[in-house]
């Protein structure tokens, strides 16, 4: 009986053990939260599974994230995701309300990113850009000037119905310079812009729309993300004074030195040109790695909104006159949308 309890014993030592040892250790957990569908399969496929073939790191996604999510974890005192995506704005607001985590750039590492996407309190995730288009029987505008002439060029608009991806296209249509409106915009202008144009707006609201209204020649000029639009049968567009933006992600403010030892190899490979190679097969949204554009075909590279070529032509939006702004703009836009 003893020899049996003995060996009982043993067993029990020896599955104590085994439970506590290498696979305790192989458990690193990070935990995120992103937009979810094709981008989280992206992610999944592109960073997830080679990042816990080689690091050991499982990756658990939360959807959605954004700015409200990361709010209530702050409040809630209790950090379960280590980060989210996000837009320009939610990263100021984010910042400016002191839940956001600085990055330490050292710790991150990697490969060369361009420096626009180095943020103190945001890593450049993908580029995208909100560019004009057109249908490709119709006269082709040179400027938003000139998209907003619905006399010179006839024809209905299909038109953010969001006002960081309208407003400065109207004022620059209203004649604020491209320089002027980087920095920040008129509103008198743009609203007068738009005020004379509104018997001739279509207001969208999914990206989709906007290629769809010029297929179906509902409306003949769009203003439309670029990767909804280029390439599309049918569809012309360019990157002239197109607004280049960039989705980020945004860190917890307080998370763990554990959960930074799980977070900073999760950035560091994102930082490769491979990578992002990967996640444009699911997505039509470069990364932030200058080297991409080298192992991409010319056709590829035509579209990207972060070649030499289209970024020359663009300009990159001003997040800090946005969230400064915000509660004029956000008034304005609800008094006008009213009177539609």
């Known amino acids: ?78 950090i379960t995701n280590v980060a989210t995506d996000g837009a320009t704005g939610d990263m100021f607001r984010l910042s400016a309300e002191d839940l956001a985590e600085p990055i330490d750039w050292a710790r991150v590492g990697g490969d060369a990113m361009f420096d626009e996407a180095k943020n103190k309190f945001g890593f450049g995730a993908s580029y995208y850009s909100t560019i004009m288009a057109w249908r490709s029987d119709a006269k082709a505008p040179a400027n938003f000037a000139e998209f907003f002439d619905t006399e010179k060029f006839p024809g209905k608009r299909a038109l953010p119905d969001y006002p960081e991806f309208v407003l400065a296209f109207a ?102 040109a491979e990578a992002q190679k990967c996640l444009l097969d699911y997505l039509p949204y470069p990364g932030p790695s200058p080297e991409l554009e080298k192992i991409v075909t010319p056709e590829v590279l035509k579209t990207f909104p972060t070649s030499a070529e289209n970024k020359k032509v663009q300009w990159l939006i001003n997040g800090q006159w946005w969230y400064d702004n915000a509660k004029e703009v956000e008034k304005r836009w609800n008094d006008f949308k009213l009177l539609q």
């Open 1 to 78: 009986m003893k020899k049996h309890l003995g060996n009982l014993s043993l067993f029990c030592a020896a599955t104590l053990f085994a439970c506590s040892g290498p696979l305790a250790a192989q458990e690193k957990v990070l935990h995120i939260m992103d937009s979810g569908g094709e981008y989280a399969d992206a992610l999944d496929k592109c960073i997830h599974e080679p990042l816990l073939k080689e690091k050991g790191i499982k990756v658990v996604q939360e959807t959605p994230g954004g700015y409200a999510k990361m709010t209530a974890q702050a409040k809630s005192g209790v």
């Open 171 to 272: 004022a620059m249509g209203g004649g604020m310079s491209v320089e002027d409106a980087a920095k920040g915009v008129d509103l008198d202008l743009a609203f007068k812009t738009l005020e004379k144009i509104k018997g001739d707006t279509i207001w969208w609201q999914s990206g989709a729309q906007p290629a769809q209204l010029l297929k179906d020649n509902e409306a003949q000029y769009a203003i439309a993300w670029s990767g909804r639009v280029l390439g599309q049968e049918g569809v012309s567009a360019t990157y002239n004074q197109g607004m280049l933006d960039i989705s980020w992600w945004v860190v917890a403010k307080g998370i763990s030195d554990e959960q930074k030892d799980l977070l900073y190899p999760w950035l560091e490979y994102q930082t490769k």
